[in-house]
Structures are given as C-alpha cells and as structure tokens.
C-alpha cells in the first residue's frame, strides 16, 4: 500500500471507521453498509467538485475538491481491498473493457450511432489517429462528449477478482 493510501486508512481508523472486511465478526450487511456509506460520501464530494467546476474561476478550488473525491475513493479502495479483492487487477479489467468501445470499423461506428439516435440520444461518430497510426472510431453523446458503447459491447467479468466468502 502506498504511503497516501496508508495515510488515507490512517485517517479513517483515528475517526472510528475502520475497515470491516477482514474482521470475521462483521456480517456481510455490516460490510456492504460501510461501502453503502462510503460512497455517499464519493457522492457528496463529487457534487462538491462538479459544483466548483461549475461556479469556480480557481483552479485551486477545483483541484482541492478533485483530490477530496481521490480521499474518498481511495478509502473504498481500501475497504474493497481488505475483503480480499484485487482491486487494481479489476481496474485493469474495467479499462481494457473500456478500449473495447473504440472500433476500426466505421460501419459498426455508424450502427451505434443509429442505435442511440433511434433511442432520442443525440450522438456523433468521431474518429482518431492511434498511436501506430490506425483510424479508430468511436460514438459520442452529444451533451457531454461521453464515449458510448454498443448494446452488444461485452461486460466486464469481474468475478476473477473477488473471494469467493463476497460472490453474491
């Protein structure tokens, strides 16, 4: 773990919030309920931050409300990670599902973009030169520029990562 990690467990153990993971008195609902909690506070600070990006002309201020959502993120990192799983090996998972969305195929570039357009979402097909120089396609949400995936793009299997004692 490293040394802001460890800080970031620090801080919250002095405050009574210890993780509950690998305690084998905690009841699977206790352990939920602490992650249930945790991430209302992701939440919160989340907003915090949107806000600030929203109304702030402070780069300071926006970078103090992006490293408090790091803080709370971090915390239930730790709290996944002391139930046994390998949280950076899900992550990697999760981001190697997420290249998935790009496709060489303009075609199916043009399909999901009909898909959505048929479902009221305004979207565009973009393109982009890769690193060794390929055209990749991707769909975009109109309103945001958010990278959309096909109803068909495959799900991240994240059953790997997690103990068996936590599978529902």
């Known amino acids: 773990m490293g040394e802001l990690k460890s800080e970031v ?3 919250n153990e002095i405050a009574g919030n210890v993780p509950l993971g690998s305690e084998e008195s905690s009841s699977y609902a206790e352990v939920i309920d602490q992650m249930r909690m945790q991430a209302g506070l992701i939440l919160e ?3 915090e ?3 600030s990006c929203l109304h702030s002309l402070s780069v300071e201020e926006i970078l103090k409300e992006c490293i408090d959502v790091w803080v709370v993120n ?3 990192e730790t709290l996944l990670e002391d139930c046994g799983i390998d949280v ?3 992550k990697k998972a999760v981001n190697k599902n997420n290249l998935a969305k790009y496709t060489k195929d303009p075609l199916k570039a043009n399909e999901v973009q009909v898909e959505y357009s048929e ?3 305004p979207c565009y097909v973009e393109s982009m030169m890769s690193d060794n120089s390929e055209i990749l396609y991707m769909v975009r949400r109109a309103k945001d520029r958010k990278i959309l995936k096909a109803k068909d793009h495959p799900k991240v299997d994240l059953s790997e990562f997690i ?3 936590w599978k529902d």
């Open 9 to 11: 467990k620090k801080f």
């Open 45 to 47: 600070e989340a907003k």
């Open 49 to 51: 931050l949107h806000e």
């Open 74 to 76: 971090t915390f239930m």
């Open 88 to 90: 950076e090996g899900a």
């Open 119 to 121: 479902m009221g979402v």
């Open 163 to 165: 103990p068996e004692k």
